[in-house]
């Protein structure tokens, strides 16, 4: 076997882990009959790492080398690392091949920037069209746009990829400028508008014809680290909300920062912050799924989600005024502002009281997470109470539960 | 009124004649067993109902006519996890929907009916691991095979996502702990089985039948799986409940 091989990419996917999208999914791609792979909407993680993240896609940096010099990246130009870059046919030979034996989604591609931003993306460009044309790859491809490069490069990137991507990296400008001199939020932003409008302008096409070309269906998205920086959780969920109303993103991803770094623009840390990227994740999913306005999960007076709650939890305890919630009459979308009430126990709730009144005892069953629920809601059953609707009382009940459970698994220096 | 076991030969259709024949012969059913699980009782003898296509496709249409295909969908999941007297759970279904007026597919208030989506749910599951966990070892002769052992029986419901995905090549799925296995022909999926002494065999793919490639992609793979973890990071109890020890024989990066 070919050993540099092995070492090229034991190298390059180590540069390229610390991208923490993994999504194979939102995109629909359907294979022909001489073709490989396909997307269908739905993702599917092929495996887990010992840190229990999801092992999708392929995802590699074509090259490490770079000529930027930001702070928080493991490839910049001051480090010494060890560096490797990969040919074209090498990446769809271990793309192909990987995929043939079902461990992969398909193809995660970034890269170092070397010469100049055209240059590189259109060495990213050109292994994405060969997968898909030479060897007619339906499976999921996520390319990374690099700022800079120019709209033509782009607009030939989306043409053959699911997902689109370009990292924000830090929440602020003023950080970013900190730590990486050469990048600003415009350079970040404007290939981002750029693709949104081209995204939108896509899918009317594809309601007029279904037989127009895609465009990166899977949509785009982009990634925050977490940590390295003093923006308050207000700030950041902020931005993001923002990206997701402005930008029409598909995803915002919050990293920990994990202290790969000693260079000196950035702080030291000794554990990274996996309670607080968890809350945001949480707040991110209640502004998309749950019909939460940013408003109610962070504010001026609130401007950091409490670590000890979870931010649904602490949007109830914050408005007593509004529970607790008739379980048999309120709406779906009252329902599932009660705190450890997802969407599908939601709709199990809605579909089953059709039958007749639901008490404690069907309840208790139907999959939702009882304990927190509980002091929440009023069912069928006379003198329903738990705790007396006392927000106080509650609060400690809960969050003395959550540290009981992080102290057991020893996480509590998480909290620090 | 005296309460009967029926015995069947263990097929879905099987069930589903006895089930029909439950109303035909309006008897109350104690149980209903595979003829070859069942042994001796003191409470009287069993009646063993033969497969009747028309009578399985009668009950097949009433449960289409009653809940749409959702839940004939439902049911057939269920069949398949092999879980004990799952024979009655289903025969429970049957008689609540044809005793109401609303379709009772989602009457989650029904103990039983709520078990019946909770088993489906573990169904959904499996077949969500086994579109990721399957891992095809490329043979000699360009045939992709991949050895499986699932918690429930659900090589009938993975064909198709298979078939969609790799058109252009053979490919052959083998649940080692039921001994078949589905075998896709660039045309079309067979069921197949091998003779009884090759199973012993086919617990591991032996070396001498793989490409000469096969072994490196595997290493390769392996490699990637071990430099992509974040070791600050560190999750064991995490990384167990996505990828149960269970699975482990069967995935190469392991």
């Known amino acids: 076997m070919n050993e540099r091989i092995k070492e090229k990419l034991e190298i390059l996917s180590d540069a390229a882990k610390y991208d923490v999208s993994c999504a194979s999914s939102g995109s ?70 990987f995929y043939q034996r079902n461990y992969i989604e398909g193809l995660f591609l970034s890269s170092g920037i070397f010469k100049n931003p055209d240059y590189t993306m259109e060495r990213l460009v050109r292994i994405a069209k060969e997968l898909r044309t030479i060897h007619k790859f339906n499976g999921y491809i996520h390319l990374k746009t690099i700022p800079g490069a120019s709209e033509e490069l782009m607009q030939e990137a989306g043409l053959y990829a699911d997902r689109l991507s370009v990292n924000i990296e830090m929440p602020s400008e003023l950080s970013l400028k900190k730590v990486a001199p050469e990048k600003d939020f415009k350079s970040v932003l404007e290939p981002m508008g750029y693709l949104k409008e081209k995204i939108a302008e896509n899918k009317e096409e594809r309601k007029k014809s279904r037989k127009a070309p895609l465009f990166s269906p899977g949509g785009q998205s982009t990634q925050l680290v977490i940590g390295a920086s003093p923006e308050k959780d207000l700030e950041i969920l902020t931005l993001a909300d923002d990206l997701y109303k402005q930008k029409s993103l ?76 008739d379980i048999n009459k309120a709406d779906y979308e009252m329902i599932l502002k009660v705190p450890g009430i997802g969407v599908k126990s939601a709709k199990k709730i809605i579909s089953a009281r059709k039958f007749g ?25 006379p003198d329903f109470k738990y705790l007396g609707w006392k927000p106080e009382v509650i609060r400690q009940q809960i969050s003395s539960s959550i540290l009981t459970k992080a102290a057991n698994s020893n996480q509590l220096s998480l909290f620090a | ?192 089985t091998f003779v009884e002494k090759d199973h012993q065999k086919l617990k591991q793919l032996s070396k001498e039948i793989l490409a000469a490639d096969e072994p490196d992609y595997q290493v390769l793979w392996k490699s990637y799986f071990e430099s992509v973890n974040i070791p600050e990071r560190n999750n064991k109890k995490l990384h167990l409940q996505h990828v149960p020890k269970r699975y482990w024989k069967y995935l190469s990066e392991k």
């Not at chain 1, 139907?366 to 629920?373: F, H, I, N, P, T």
């Not at chain 2, 058109?167 to 069921?191: E, V």
């Open chain 1, 28 to 97: 629909k791609r359907k294979n022909t009959k001489d073709g490989m792979g396909n997307s269908t909407g739905m993702g599917i993680c092929h495996t887990y790492t010992q840190d229990g993240r999801c092992v999708s896609l392929l995802k590699i940096l074509l090259t490490n080398h770079c000529i930027f010099d930001c702070a928080y990246c493991v490839s910049r130009k001051s480090n010494d690392v060890k560096r490797a870059a990969f040919t074209v046919k090498e990446v769809v030979d271990l793309t192909m091949n």
């Open chain 1, 357 to 381: 009144a639901l008490r404690e005892g069907h309840l208790r069953k139907l999959g939702l997470v009882w304990k927190r629920a509980k002091y929440f809601i009023t069912c069928a059953d």
């Open chain 2, 1 to 192: 009124m005296q309460e009967i076991t029926l015995t069947y030969d263990g097929t879905y259709e099987g069930l589903l004649s006895t089930i029909f024949e439950s109303y035909r012969l309006k008897i109350n059913v104690a149980r209903i067993i595979p003829i070859a699980d069942y042994q001796d009782s003191l409470f009287g003898e069993p009646i063993h109902v033969s497969t009747n296509r028309e009578w399985a496709d009668r009950v097949k249409k009433g449960i289409r006519k009653k809940g749409g295909n959702a839940a004939v969908r439902l049911l057939y999941r269920c069949f398949l996890s092999e879980q004990k007297d799952i024979e009655l759970l289903i025969l429970h279904f049957v008689q609540m929907a044809m005793k109401s007026q609303k379709d009772v597919t989602k009457n989650y208030r029904d103990e039983k009916i709520l078990e019946l989506h909770k088993i489906n749910k573990k169904i959904g599951r499996e077949v969500h691991r086994m579109h990721a966990f399957v891992r095809f070892q490329k043979t000699k002769d360009d045939i992709f095979t991949a050895l499986i052992e699932p918690d429930f029986n659900v090589l009938p419901l993975i064909g198709d996502h298979f078939e969609k995905r790799y058109p252009a090549m053979q490919w052959l799925i083998y649940d080692t702990r039921r001994h078949y296995g589905i075998f896709y022909n660039q045309q079309k999926i067979d069921f197949i």
């Open chain 1, 250 to 325: 598909k995803r915002v991803y919050y990293s920990g920062y994990i202290p790969i770094s000693d260079d000196n623009r950035l702080p030291v840390i000794h554990q990274p912050p996996l309670i607080r990227e968890n809350r945001l994740y949480q707040a991110d999913w209640l502004m998309r799924f749950y019909g939460f306005d940013l408003k109610d999960i962070v504010d001026d007076k609130h401007p950091d989600l409490d670590l000890t709650l979870d931010p649904k939890a602490a949007f109830a305890l914050r408005n007593p005024a509004i529970f607790p919630i």
